[in-house]
């Protein structure tokens, strides 16, 4: 399994930005996945999942509703719709999969991970 991450940029805050991470294999409904990010200096964190059956998802309180997960099995793509993009939104996102699994916060739980996109939120 390979993801690709895209759709990352330069914006002004409250500004919207769509990030697509396209999941190659056959096997793309199976997946629960995730999206993380890490700024400078700081550590990997939590953003948001989506689970591989029941579509339930999940969502770190700095970014609960503002942003959105969603995924289309057809496209085998996850994508993280960010809206009122604030400053400290900047980071690299990561978008990461695990089979069979639940909207999961934990990364360790993720074995398959993206390249990462740059979102940069000015000022």
């Known amino acids: 399994v390979q993801l690709q991450a895209s759709g990352g940029g330069l914006v002004q805050a409250g500004d919207s930005l769509r990030l697509s991470c396209a999941v190659s294999?056959?096997?793309?409904?199976?997946?629960?996945l995730g999206w993380f990010r890490q700024a400078p200096g700081k550590e990997r964190e939590f953003v948001a999942a989506i689970g591989w059956v029941d579509g339930i998802t999940s969502y770190a309180d700095s970014v609960k509703g503002r942003f959105t997960i969603s995924r289309d099995n057809a496209k085998s793509t996850v994508y993280l719709q960010m809206n009122s993009l604030k400053p400290e939104d900047t980071a690299v996102y990561y978008c990461a999969a695990d089979q069979w699994g639940k909207a999961e916060t934990t990364m360790y739980k993720y074995e398959h991970w993206g390249q990462g996109t740059l979102v940069t939120v000015s000022s």
């Open positions: 294999g056959r096997t793309f409904n199976t997946y629960a």
